[in-house]
């Protein structure tokens, strides 16, 4: 899911691996590294990951920084 409004864009990944706090650090990490990126939740629990951008992310970029955390990038939600 993406929406978008006049100052940030807003999408929800899946990811999959992520099981602990700690998880979820590394993957908030390699996203918030992304140009653009202004905020990340992610949920181990339910592999949910909450991206606020200034701008839409491109996917690949997405899968990327999840790959370098570790995890495995199931695509939007």
Do not use: I, N, W
């Amino acid at each position: 899911m993406t929406a978008q409004t006049d100052t940030h864009t807003t999408a929800v990944y899946k990811v999959t691996g992520m099981t602990c706090g700690h998880c979820e650090g590394a993957v908030t990490a390699e996203l918030t590294a992304l140009p653009g990126v202004t905020s990340v939740k992610a949920v181990a629990a339910t592999g949910e990951v909450t991206v606020v951008s200034a701008a839409p992310l491109a996917e690949a970029d997405v899968r990327a920084a999840v790959d370098e955390a570790g995890y495995e990038f199931a695509g939007q939600a």
